[in-house]
C-alpha cells in the first residue's frame, strides 16, 4: 500500500497539496464537510473523509481531524494555510498521535504565534523592529506606559491585540487624546474577541510596502531564502495581489532582507518552509513584522521564478530529508504576479458572492500562465468558506511583459453566475502607477478610480440569455 | 431626369421635381411593416435590403414615424436613432422620409411644444423628408414641426389627409392647400395622405388635377393603401393629372393593407409613356430577391384575416389600423361580430362624430367607440378618455360639423353645456420642465442619458426605460435574425445559429437539452462559442394568485365609493396623479390608464386623504385589481 498523507485542508490549496502528494507518488487523503460536498479537492483526491456537518467548526476540530487521519492510514498531515495550520497544539497533537505535521515544529510555532514572544526572540537575534512595546501592565498603568511610548515615537501609533491577527484587533491612534479614549475600548474588545485582554503598541510606519521573504529550512539547520515578494496591493490588510520579486529594491536592499530573514529563521530554529514579513519604510529602512509559520498563499510566485516547488519540498523535508540545493543553486529570474481571483463585488466593499452558482468558466492559458483553482462550471460557491476562486499567476521575463501576459489573461478569463474581482483587476492593472511599479500599502485607498467600472457580461452571452430565453418561454416575449 | 439624392439643399430638391418628366417612387417599407405586419419587419431585414435599396433609385425611404418609432423600442429592441444610423451607412445617397403625426408626433395625444422641437432637432439629423399630418387637417397643428424641419434645412412634406363623403370636396383640400401654404410658403412638398385607400381612380385624379388647377408649381406626393386592391389605379390616375411623386413597395413583402408592389407601378406606368426616373428596375427586382425568405418567419404577425378588404369603402379603417384592429377582435373572441362593428356601426359612428379622417389618434378613437359601442349594446355609454377630449374639441375644431346634443349629453351627463363651456377648446400644454426629466431620467438609468435616450424617453417614458434595460441585459438584439428574434415554439435540439453581434465579430450558438429540476426551475444549456453555458430560469408565477377573485363591475364600483380603488378594466398604469398622504376631493383625478392606446382617467368619487398606493406605473392590470387605497373621514 502506497504511503498515505492527509490534507487537512478545503479549496484551491488542498488540490495544489494534493498535486504534490501525488507527484511524489504517495496518496492524497482528503477530508470535507458536508458544503464541501461538491468541491473538486474530493475528486482530485485518492480517497476522502467526510468529517462532520461544519461549517468550518469540523475542519478547525483537531480531533477529528486527527481521526481521519488515524482512520485512513495517513502518516504525515499537511495543514495548508488558515484552518489548523498555525495552530500549535494541532501541530502537538499530531506528535503526539505519531503523526508527522508537515510544517515546523509546535514549539516554534507556539513561539512566533505569540507576537510578544516573537519580538523578543527577533529584538535578541538583533533583526530591526518597529518600535514597539511588550504587554502594558494592566489597568491606568498601563495607559501611562503607552502614552509615554506616544510622547517618544510620534503618532500615529497601532494598539494591537496580542492574541489577535490576520488584521483584526488593530486600531490606529493619531492621537495622545485618542489614544485615552481607545485604550480601555481596545482592552474589552480584545477580551470579548480573542478572550486574551494583553494589548501592545508600535509605530505605525505611513505608508510602507509589504515586503515578505520566502525561506526554506532543513531540520539540520540549512536554511535558504528564496527571495522577496512584494505583497502591498491590499484591501484592509487582505492581500489581494502579490509580485516576486520585489523588484523596486536595489540588489543591495534586497540582498540585505534576505540574509535579514535568513537569520530571522535561524534565531527561531526554523524548520520546513515559512514566510518573513517585513514593512519597508519610504527611506529604506526595513522592520520585522512577522512570521508566517506555513505555506503561503502566494508561494506560487515564488515556484515561477525559482523553479523551486515548495510544496514538495515541504513534504520531502518533513518526511525526513535534506534540502538538496543551497542558497547558491536557487536563482531567481524574470518576475511573476499572482491575482487572488475572489467572488466578491470590490463596488459593494468586497462583498461576499457565495451561494451563487458558476454558469460560465471559462479560464485562460498558454505560455506563462499557472492556475491554482477549484472551481467549475455548475459549481455552487459555499457560502459558509472564504471567497477564493482561482489564484492566477502569470510570469514574464521583463515587468511589462508579465503585466501584458496578465491583461491577455484577465481579458480571457470569463467567470459568470457570482460577480468577481475580474473587471477590479482590469481597472488596476491598467492604471500608470501599477504599470509604473509605484504601490505601497495605500494603494487603493489612493485610487478611487480603480472601482469605476462596469460588470463585464460579453456581448453573446447576453444574446445567449435572450435565445435561452426565447426557447424557454417558446416566443420571445419581449418581441410580442 | 435626375436622381435626386441626399444631401441636396431642399431648394435643389424642388427646383428638379418641378421640371420632372415622369415621376419619382417612395418606398414606404415602414408602412408596409406597420399595415402588413403589425409594425415588426426588423431592422435585421431592412440591413439585408439596404444595398439593392440604395441601388434602386428611390426619391426616399420612409424607414421611421408613425407607430414605428414606438414599435422599435416596445417590441422590436432597437433604438430608433441607431436603426437610422446603421442604414444611413448601406444607404448614403438615398433620403430617409418620416411620417409625423403634427403635435402627436410619434404618438397618440399632443406633446408639449419643446418636446416636440426638440425630437424633430434630434430626428432631423438623420430625416430628410418630413411628412406630417393632423387628422383633424387642423394646420396650427403642425406649425411647430414645421419651424423646426425648416430650420434644420430638411424637406417639409405636409399633407392633407383624405376621405370621402359629401363634405369631402375639392373646394375644402383646395381651401387646406392654401391654408398650409401661408404657414410653410411654397418649398414644400404636398402629401395626399390616402392612409385608407379611399375612392376611386377618377376621384383621386380629379383631385390631384383641382390642386394642380389651383397650384401648378406645386409638386404632390400620392401616397395611397391597397386595401381594396385597387391603389394601382389610383396611383396611375394621380400621376396622369401631375403627381410627381408616389408610394410603394417591395413586392416580397406586399400585403394586402399597406403599399402595392413598386415593380406594378414601373410596369403599368411604363405601358402609358411614362418613366420612373432614377430608378433601376433590376435593383427593384434584387431587393425582393435579397428579402423574400425572410417573409415566412413574420407569418405570424400578418393579418388574420387574409386578402383585400374593398369594404374599407364603407368602414374607412387606414391600412395601419386593420392588422391591429383584426388582432384585437381575435384575441377579444369577437371577430365574429367585425362586420357589424365595421360594416354598421363604424360608418354610423363616423358620420357621428363628424365624418373627419379617420387616421391615427382619430382612428383609435373611432374603432375604440364603435367596438364599445356595439359590445356594450349602450351606445357611447362607455367613453374613453380620448373620445370625451375629442368632443371638447381638444384635438381641434370639427371641420365640418359637431356631433349632436345627444352624444354631448350621453358622455359628459345632463350638464354638458356647462362642461364643454368651462372645459372646450384646444388643449392648452404647457412646457415641459426638460432638465428636470433629465434627471428623473439619470436617476432611472444610473447614468447621464444621451440626448436620443432623453428624446425616446420624453415620448415613452417607462418603455423607454425598459428598452434600456433590455439592452443592458440582453445586448444589441437587433443583430438577431427574425428566424431567432420572433421564433415561436423553441429551438430544436442541436440547431446552430450563426450571427454577427454589433462589432461585426460572428458567433455560434448551438441549442442542448432543457431540463427542468425539482424545484421547478429549468434549466436551458446552450453551447456558446463552443463552451457550454447554462440559463436557468425561475418558475412563472401563477398570473392572479395574488388577486382576488374577479370582482364585478358593481362590485368595482361600489368598492371606488368606498374609498377602495380598483382597475375597472384590463390595461396599463399610465401614471399615478396623487401621492401617499395627498388630500383628494371627489372629481380629482387619481390615475390614468391605458388600453388600446386609449388613456382613461380614474376619478376620485369620494374625499378623503391617500393612505396607500398599491400599483406601480407600466403595470399591467385585471379589472379588479387595487390601485390605491382612500380613507375617508369619519363623519
Given at each position: 500500500?502506497?504511503?498515505?498523507?492527509?490534507?487537512?485542508?478545503?479549496?484551491?490549496?488542498?488540490?495544489?497539496?494534493?498535486?504534490?502528494?501525488?507527484?511524489?507518488?504517495?496518496?492524497a487523503?482528503?477530508?470535507?464537510?458536508?458544503?464541501?460536498?461538491?468541491?473538486?479537492?474530493?475528486?482530485?483526491?485518492?480517497?476522502a473523509?467526510?468529517?462532520?456537518?461544519?461549517?468550518?467548526?469540523?475542519?478547525?476540530?483537531?480531533?477529528?481531524?486527527i481521526?481521519?487521519?488515524?482512520?485512513?492510514?495517513?502518516?504525515a498531515?499537511?495543514?495548508?494555510?488558515?484552518?489548523?495550520?498555525?495552530?500549535?497544539?494541532?501541530?502537538?497533537?499530531?506528535e503526539?498521535?505519531?503523526?508527522?505535521?508537515?510544517?515546523?515544529?509546535?514549539?516554534?510555532?507556539?513561539?512566533?504565534?505569540?507576537?510578544?514572544?516573537?519580538r523578543r526572540?527577533?529584538?535578541?537575534?538583533?533583526?530591526p523592529?518597529?518600535?514597539?512595546?511588550?504587554?502594558?501592565s494592566?489597568?491606568?498603568?498601563?495607559?501611562?506606559?503607552?502614552?509615554?511610548?506616544?510622547?517618544?515615537h510620534g503618532y500615529p501609533?497601532?494598539?494591537?491585540?496580542?492574541?489577535?491577527?490576520?488584521?483584526?484587533?488593530?486600531?490606529?491612534?493619531?492621537?495622545e487624546?485618542?489614544?485615552?479614549?481607545?485604550?480601555?475600548?481596545?482592552?474589552?474588545e480584545?477580551?470579548?474577541a480573542?478572550?486574551d485582554?494583553?494589548?501592545?503598541?508600535?509605530?505605525?510606519v505611513?505608508?510602507?510596502?509589504?515586503v515578505?521573504?520566502?525561506?526554506?529550512?532543513?531540520?539540520?539547520?540549512?536554511?535558504?531564502?528564496?527571495?522577496?515578494?512584494?505583497?502591498?496591493?491590499?484591501?484592509?490588510?487582505?492581500?489581494?495581489?502579490?509580485?516576486?520579486?520585489?523588484?523596486h529594491l536595489?540588489?543591495?536592499?534586497?540582498?540585505?532582507?534576505?540574509q535579514t530573514?535568513?537569520?530571522?529563521?535561524?534565531?527561531?530554529?526554523?524548520?520546513?518552509?515559512?514566510?518573513?514579513?517585513?514593512?519597508?519604510?519610504?527611506?529604506?529602512?526595513?522592520?520585522?513584522?512577522?512570521?508566517?509559520?506555513?505555506?503561503?498563499?502566494e508561494?506560487?510566485v515564488?515556484e515561477?521564478?525559482?523553479?523551486?516547488d515548495?510544496?514538495?519540498t515541504?513534504?520531502?523535508?518533513?518526511?525526513?530529508?535534506?534540502l538538496?540545493f543551497?542558497?547558491?543553486?536557487v536563482?531567481?529570474?524574470?518576475?511573476?504576479?499572482?491575482?487572488?481571483i475572489?467572488?466578491?463585488?470590490?463596488?459593494?466593499?468586497?462583498?461576499?458572492?457565495?451561494?451563487?452558482?458558476?454558469?460560465?468558466?471559462?479560464?485562460?492559458?498558454?505560455?506563462?500562465?499557472r492556475?491554482?483553482?477549484f472551481?467549475?462550471?455548475?459549481f455552487?460557491?459555499p457560502?459558509?468558506?472564504d471567497?477564493?476562486?482561482v489564484?492566477l499567476?502569470?510570469?514574464?521575463?521583463?515587468?511589462?511583459?508579465?503585466?501584458d501576459?496578465?491583461r491577455?489573461?484577465?481579458?480571457?478569463?470569463?467567470?459568470?453566475?457570482?460577480?468577481?474581482?475580474?473587471p477590479f483587476?482590469?481597472?488596476?492593472?491598467n492604471?500608470?502607477?501599477?504599470?509604473?511599479?509605484?504601490?505601497?500599502?495605500?494603494?487603493?485607498?489612493?485610487?478611487?478610480h480603480?472601482?469605476?467600472?462596469?460588470?463585464?457580461?460579453?456581448?453573446?452571452?447576453?444574446?445567449?440569455?435572450?435565445?435561452?430565453?426565447?426557447?424557454?418561454?417558446g416566443?420571445?416575449?419581449?418581441?410580442? | 431626369?435626375?436622381?435626386?439624392?441626399q444631401?441636396?439643399?431642399p431648394?435643389?430638391?424642388?427646383?428638379?421635381?418641378?421640371?420632372?418628366?415622369?415621376y419619382?417612387?417612395?418606398n414606404?417599407?415602414?408602412?408596409?411593416?406597420?399595415s402588413?405586419?403589425?409594425?415588426?419587419?426588423?431592422l435585421?431585414?431592412?440591413?439585408?435590403?439596404?444595398?439593392?435599396?440604395?441601388?434602386?433609385?428611390?426619391?426616399?425611404l420612409?424607414?421611421?414615424?408613425?407607430?414605428s418609432v414606438h414599435?422599435?423600442?416596445?417590441?422590436?429592441?432597437?433604438?430608433p436613432?441607431?436603426?437610422?444610423?446603421?442604414?444611413?451607412?448601406?444607404?448614403?445617397?438615398?433620403?430617409?422620409?418620416t411620417?409625423?403625426?403634427?403635435?402627436?408626433?410619434?404618438?397618440?395625444?399632443?406633446?408639449?411644444?419643446?418636446?416636440?422641437?426638440?425630437?424633430?432637432?434630434?430626428?432631423?439629423?438623420?430625416?430628410?423628408?418630413?411628412?406630417t399630418?393632423?387628422?383633424?387637417?387642423?394646420?396650427?397643428?403642425?406649425?411647430?414641426?414645421?419651424?423646426?424641419?425648416?430650420?434644420?434645412g430638411?424637406?417639409n412634406?405636409?399633407?392633407?389627409?383624405?376621405?370621402?363623403?359629401?363634405?369631402?370636396?375639392?373646394?375644402?383640400?383646395?381651401?387646406k392647400?392654401?391654408?398650409?401654404?401661408?404657414?410653410?410658403?411654397?418649398?414644400i412638398?404636398?402629401c395626399?395622405?390616402?392612409?385608407g385607400?379611399?375612392?376611386?381612380?377618377?376621384?383621386?385624379?380629379?383631385?390631384?388635377?383641382?390642386?394642380?388647377?389651383?397650384?401648378?408649381?406645386?409638386?404632390?406626393?400620392?401616397?395611397?393603401?391597397?386595401?381594396?386592391?385597387?391603389?394601382?389605379?389610383r396611383?396611375?390616375a394621380?400621376?396622369?393629372?401631375?403627381?410627381?411623386?408616389?408610394?410603394?413597395?417591395?413586392?416580397?413583402?406586399?400585403?394586402?393593407?399597406?403599399?402595392?408592389?413598386?415593380?406594378?407601378?414601373?410596369?403599368?406606368?411604363?405601358?402609358?409613356?411614362?418613366?420612373?426616373i432614377?430608378?433601376?428596375?433590376e435593383?427593384?427586382?434584387?431587393?425582393?430577391d435579397?428579402?423574400?425568405?425572410q417573409?415566412?418567419?413574420?407569418?405570424q404577425?400578418?393579418?388574420?384575416?387574409?386578402?383585400?378588404?374593398?369594404?374599407?369603402?364603407?368602414?374607412?379603417?387606414?391600412?395601419?389600423?386593420?392588422?391591429?384592429?383584426?388582432?384585437?377582435?381575435?384575441?377579444?373572441g369577437?371577430?365574429?361580430r367585425?362586420?357589424?362593428?365595421?360594416?354598421?356601426?363604424?360608418?354610423?359612428?363616423?358620420?357621428e362624430?363628424?365624418?373627419?379622417?379617420?387616421?391615427?389618434p382619430?382612428?383609435?378613437?373611432?374603432?375604440?367607440?364603435?367596438?364599445?359601442?356595439?359590445?356594450?349594446?349602450?351606445?357611447?355609454?362607455?367613453?374613453?378618455?380620448?373620445?370625451?377630449?375629442?368632443?371638447?374639441g381638444?384635438y381641434?375644431?370639427?371641420?365640418?360639423?359637431?356631433?349632436?346634443?345627444?352624444?354631448?349629453?350621453?358622455?359628459?351627463?345632463s350638464?354638458?353645456?356647462?362642461?364643454?363651456?368651462?372645459?372646450?377648446?384646444?388643449?392648452?400644454?404647457?412646457?415641459?420642465?426638460?432638465?428636470?426629466?433629465?434627471?428623473?431620467?439619470?436617476?432611472r438609468?444610473g447614468?447621464?442619458?444621451?440626448?436620443?435616450?432623453?428624446?425616446?424617453?420624453?415620448?415613452?417614458?417607462?418603455?423607454?426605460?425598459?428598452?434600456?434595460?433590455?439592452?443592458e441585459?440582453?445586448?444589441r438584439?437587433?443583430?438577431?435574425?427574425?428566424s431567432?428574434?420572433?421564433?415561436?415554439?423553441?429551438?430544436?435540439?442541436g440547431?446552430?445559429?450563426?450571427?454577427?453581434?454589433?462589432?461585426g465579430?460572428e458567433?455560434?450558438v448551438?441549442?442542448?437539452?432543457?431540463?427542468?429540476?425539482?424545484?421547478?426551475?429549468?434549466?436551458?444549456?446552450?453551447?456558446v462559442?463552443?463552451d457550454?453555458?447554462?440559463?436557468?430560469?425561475?418558475?412563472e408565477?401563477?398570473?392572479?394568485?395574488?388577486?382576488?377573485?374577479?370582482?364585478?363591475?358593481?362590485?368595482?364600483?361600489?368598492?371606488?365609493?368606498?374609498?377602495?380603488?380598483?382597475?375597472?378594466?384590463?390595461?396599463?398604469?399610465?401614471?399615478i396623479?396623487?401621492e401617499?398622504?395627498?388630500?383628494?376631493?371627489?372629481?380629482?383625478?387619481?390615475?390614468?390608464?391605458?388600453?388600446?392606446?386609449?388613456?382613461?382617467?380614474?376619478?376620485?368619487?369620494?374625499s378623503?386623504?391617500?393612505?396607500e398606493?398599491?400599483?406601480?406605473?407600466?403595470?399591467?392590470?385585471?379589472?379588479?385589481?387595487?390601485?390605491?387605497?382612500?380613507?375617508?373621514?369619519?363623519?
Amino acid at each position: 500500500m502506497k504511503t498515505k498523507i492527509l490534507v487537512a485542508n478545503r479549496g484551491e490549496i488542498a488540490i495544489r497539496i494534493i498535486r504534490a502528494i501525488q507527484e511524489l507518488n504517495y496518496d492524497a487523503v482528503a477530508i470535507y464537510e458536508t458544503p464541501d460536498r461538491d468541491s473538486r479537492h474530493i475528486r482530485i483526491a485518492n480517497e476522502a473523509v467526510w468529517i462532520g456537518d461544519g461549517p468550518r467548526c469540523d475542519y478547525l476540530d483537531i480531533d477529528k481531524v486527527i481521526d481521519a487521519a488515524l482512520r485512513s492510514g495517513a502518516v504525515a498531515i499537511h495543514p495548508g494555510y488558515g484552518f489548523l495550520a498555525e495552530n500549535p497544539r494541532f501541530a502537538r497533537a499530531c506528535e503526539d498521535a505519531g503523526l508527522i505535521f508537515i510544517g515546523p515544529s509546535s514549539v516554534t510555532i507556539e513561539q512566533l504565534g505569540n507576537k510578544v514572544t516573537a519580538r523578543r526572540i527577533m529584538a535578541e537575534a538583533g533583526i530591526p523592529m518597529v518600535p514597539g512595546t511588550g504587554n502594558l501592565s494592566p489597568g491606568d498603568a498601563g495607559l501611562q506606559e503607552a502614552i509615554a511610548f506616544g510622547r517618544e515615537h510620534g503618532y500615529p501609533i497601532m494598539l494591537k491585540a496580542t492574541s489577535g491577527g490576520g488584521g483584526r484587533g488593530i486600531r490606529r491612534i493619531e492621537s495622545e487624546d485618542e489614544l485615552a479614549e481607545q485604550y480601555p475600548i481596545a482592552r474589552s474588545e480584545a477580551k470579548a474577541a480573542f478572550n486574551d485582554d494583553s494589548v501592545y503598541l508600535e509605530k505605525v510606519v505611513v505608508r510602507p510596502k509589504h515586503v515578505e521573504v520566502q525561506i526554506i529550512a532543513d531540520r539540520k539547520g540549512n536554511t535558504v531564502h528564496l527571495g522577496t515578494r512584494d505583497c502591498s496591493i491590499q484591501r484592509r490588510n487582505q492581500k489581494l495581489i502579490e509580485i516576486a520579486p520585489a523588484f523596486h529594491l536595489s540588489p543591495e536592499q534586497s540582498e540585505a532582507i534576505c540574509q535579514t530573514a535568513v537569520r530571522a529563521a535561524k534565531a527561531a530554529n526554523y524548520f520546513n518552509a515559512g514566510t518573513v514579513e517585513f514593512l519597508l519604510d519610504a527611506d529604506g529602512s526595513f522592520y520585522f513584522m512577522e512570521i508566517n509559520t506555513r505555506l503561503q498563499v502566494e508561494h506560487t510566485v515564488t515556484e515561477m521564478i525559482t523553479g523551486i516547488d515548495i510544496v514538495r519540498t515541504q513534504i520531502k523535508l518533513a518526511m525526513g530529508k535534506d534540502l538538496l540545493f543551497r542558497q547558491e543553486d536557487v536563482m531567481p529570474r524574470g518576475h511573476a504576479i499572482e491575482m487572488r481571483i475572489n467572488a466578491e463585488d470590490p463596488r459593494n466593499d468586497f462583498m461576499p458572492e457565495g451561494g451563487k452558482t458558476i454558469t460560465v468558466y471559462r479560464s485562460p492559458g498558454g505560455y506563462g500562465v499557472r492556475l491554482d483553482g477549484f472551481c467549475y462550471q455548475g459549481f455552487t460557491i459555499p457560502e459558509v468558506y472564504d471567497s477564493l476562486l482561482v489564484k492566477l499567476t502569470v510570469f514574464g521575463w521583463s515587468w511589462h511583459e508579465t503585466v501584458d501576459r496578465l491583461r491577455r489573461c484577465l481579458t480571457n478569463f470569463v467567470i459568470t453566475g457570482p460577480k468577481t474581482t475580474i473587471p477590479f483587476y482590469m481597472n488596476l492593472i491598467n492604471d500608470p502607477d501599477f504599470q509604473a511599479g509605484e504601490f505601497d500599502t495605500s494603494f487603493l485607498d489612493t485610487h478611487d478610480h480603480l472601482f469605476e467600472y462596469e460588470e463585464q457580461v460579453s456581448e453573446v452571452t447576453k444574446l445567449a440569455r435572450l435565445i435561452a430565453e426565447i426557447h424557454y418561454r417558446g416566443q420571445n416575449t419581449y418581441a410580442a | 431626369m435626375t436622381r435626386i439624392t441626399q444631401g441636396m439643399a431642399p431648394s435643389e430638391v424642388l427646383a428638379i421635381l418641378r421640371q420632372a418628366d415622369g415621376y419619382y417612387i417612395t418606398n414606404t417599407t415602414r408602412d408596409m411593416s406597420q399595415s402588413d405586419y403589425k409594425n415588426r419587419i426588423l431592422l435585421h431585414t431592412d440591413l439585408l435590403a439596404a444595398p439593392a435599396r440604395e441601388a434602386a433609385g428611390y426619391f426616399s425611404l420612409e424607414i421611421t414615424g408613425g407607430a414605428s418609432v414606438h414599435v422599435d423600442i416596445l417590441r422590436k429592441q432597437v433604438d430608433p436613432f441607431l436603426k437610422l444610423e446603421l442604414l444611413r451607412e448601406k444607404m448614403p445617397d438615398t433620403m430617409f422620409q418620416t411620417l409625423c403625426r403634427g403635435v402627436n408626433l410619434f404618438g397618440y395625444r399632443p406633446y408639449p411644444q419643446n418636446v416636440i422641437r426638440l425630437t424633430v432637432r434630434e430626428f432631423a439629423k438623420y430625416v430628410d423628408v418630413w411628412r406630417t399630418f393632423d387628422f383633424m387637417n387642423h394646420v396650427p397643428n403642425m406649425q411647430a414641426v414645421f419651424e423646426e424641419v425648416a430650420k434644420a434645412g430638411k424637406i417639409n412634406e405636409p399633407c392633407i389627409c383624405f376621405s370621402t363623403g359629401p363634405e369631402h370636396t375639392n373646394e375644402y383640400y383646395i381651401g387646406k392647400v392654401r391654408e398650409i401654404l401661408d404657414v410653410t410658403g411654397d418649398e414644400i412638398i404636398l402629401c395626399i395622405k390616402n392612409h385608407g385607400g379611399l375612392g376611386t381612380p377618377r376621384r383621386i385624379g380629379e383631385l390631384v388635377n383641382a390642386i394642380k388647377q389651383a397650384y401648378p408649381d406645386l409638386v404632390i406626393h400620392y401616397h395611397g393603401h391597397n386595401t381594396d386592391g385597387n391603389d394601382i389605379g389610383r396611383i396611375t390616375a394621380a400621376i396622369e393629372n401631375g403627381a410627381t411623386i408616389v408610394d410603394a413597395s417591395d413586392h416580397a413583402f406586399t400585403g394586402f393593407y399597406g403599399p402595392p408592389p413598386i415593380l406594378t407601378v414601373i410596369q403599368t406606368m411604363k405601358d402609358l409613356g411614362k418613366t420612373a426616373i432614377g430608378i433601376d428596375e433590376e435593383a427593384v427586382i434584387a431587393t425582393s430577391d435579397a428579402i423574400r425568405d425572410q417573409r415566412p418567419h413574420y407569418a405570424q404577425f400578418e393579418a388574420q384575416i387574409k386578402g383585400f378588404l374593398p369594404t374599407v369603402q364603407i368602414h374607412k379603417l387606414p391600412g395601419g389600423a386593420m392588422g391591429s384592429s383584426l388582432e384585437q377582435a381575435s384575441k377579444g373572441g369577437f371577430l365574429d361580430r367585425m362586420p357589424d362593428i365595421l360594416h354598421k356601426e363604424l360608418p354610423r359612428v363616423q358620420v357621428e362624430l363628424g365624418n373627419w379622417w379617420s387616421v391615427t389618434p382619430g382612428s383609435q378613437i373611432l374603432w375604440t367607440t364603435a367596438v364599445s359601442n356595439v359590445l356594450e349594446g349602450d351606445r357611447y355609454g362607455n367613453p374613453s378618455g380620448d373620445l370625451k377630449n375629442l368632443l371638447l374639441g381638444k384635438y381641434g375644431p370639427f371641420p365640418f360639423y359637431r356631433p349632436e346634443d345627444w352624444i354631448y349629453e350621453k358622455v359628459f351627463g345632463s350638464d354638458w353645456e356647462k362642461i364643454l363651456e368651462e372645459e372646450g377648446g384646444i388643449m392648452e400644454i404647457e412646457d415641459m420642465d426638460i432638465e428636470k426629466e433629465r434627471r428623473t431620467l439619470t436617476e432611472r438609468l444610473g447614468s447621464e442619458p444621451t440626448e436620443q435616450q432623453l428624446v425616446l424617453y420624453l415620448q415613452h417614458p417607462n418603455d423607454a426605460v425598459d428598452f434600456f434595460k433590455f439592452e443592458e441585459q440582453f445586448g444589441r438584439a437587433y443583430v438577431l435574425p427574425p428566424s431567432i428574434f420572433l421564433r415561436q415554439g423553441g429551438f430544436q435540439l442541436g440547431e446552430t445559429l450563426v450571427f454577427r453581434d454589433d462589432t461585426g465579430q460572428e458567433h455560434i450558438v448551438e441549442i442542448g437539452p432543457a431540463q427542468q429540476t425539482d424545484d421547478g426551475e429549468t434549466n436551458v444549456y446552450l453551447n456558446v462559442d463552443h463552451d457550454q453555458q447554462l440559463f436557468v430560469f425561475e418558475p412563472e408565477q401563477q398570473e392572479g394568485c395574488a388577486t382576488v377573485a374577479q370582482l364585478s363591475k358593481e362590485e368595482i364600483a361600489k368598492l371606488a365609493r368606498q374609498g377602495d380603488i380598483r382597475a375597472p378594466f384590463a390595461g396599463n398604469l399610465y401614471g399615478i396623479s396623487v401621492e401617499v398622504g395627498q388630500e383628494v376631493n371627489e372629481g380629482d383625478q387619481l390615475v390614468v390608464l391605458e388600453a388600446m392606446k386609449m388613456q382613461t382617467p380614474v376619478i376620485s368619487e369620494v374625499s378623503g386623504t391617500v393612505s396607500e398606493i398599491h400599483a406601480k406605473v407600466g403595470q399591467a392590470l385585471q379589472p379588479g385589481d387595487r390601485i390605491l387605497t382612500i380613507e375617508i373621514p369619519e363623519e
